[in-house]
């Protein structure tokens, strides 16, 4: 099962769980982003959060909603269990799960705000275990139940030549020229169409998926005295971010 089925697999079994458990004035949905502030936009795999926050014709909704949950990918990974954690607590988001499959199963990381505003050190729910939760609703989350229609264990993951590593930094067809015709191999692999997803942190654009110095000069094009960073090597699942430039004289 390839990544794009096994996310959309992971997302589709927790959307009739969660519709259940929600309470009145509750609602959730898939792929929609949240406006957690003017300079800050994230697009959440799956979110809870109240009606009103999402009033009229938005794209969005207002404010932190009251669970996001986010689905691990090779380039989503380093994000999601680390500083996206840390960007939803600074936004007072009550609980956050991480979904993730590992060789030994599916398993969910559980982050739920304490009253010092902060999510301490969280809880792992995997191994056929289970836990009742309370936050944004009463919820009895079992992974391996949940998460019933994945396929067997996979076979472990072995390491990539170096063959195969040089072939990931040039994976993808360079750009054609101004006059020529962009064919669908070149707009599926190059930034930022070939995006796994986009986000806005702090002011800051995040291109999620793998990039390399192509990538980075097509960036610094489209967005002239910023600096554009990759956040892991050329050619590696990951993020491109795209930071303010120096401050002039």
Known sequence: MNHTLLHQVLVSDLVVPIGLAEEPGQESLTGFGARLSDDTWIRCDLM???????RGDLWYVRGAPLLAVEVVSAASRIRDLGTKKDLYERFEVPA???????DDGPRVHVHELGDDGHYGEGVVIAGGRSAALTRPFPIELAPDKIF????GRPAPRRSATV???TAARTAGPDLPGSEEPILIDAFGHRWPTGAEKVELWDGCPVFYGEWDER????AERTYPGR?????QPPGEPGTMTILPGPAGD
């Open 215 to 218: 990538d980075v000069e097509i």
């Open 163 to 165: 063959s195969e590593r």
């Open 96 to 102: 956050y799960w991480v979904v993730e499959v590992r």
């Open 48 to 54: 809870v959060y109240r009606a009103d926050q999402a």
């Open 148 to 151: 019933d229609r994945l396929p």
């Open 227 to 231: 600096v554009v960073r990759l956040d």
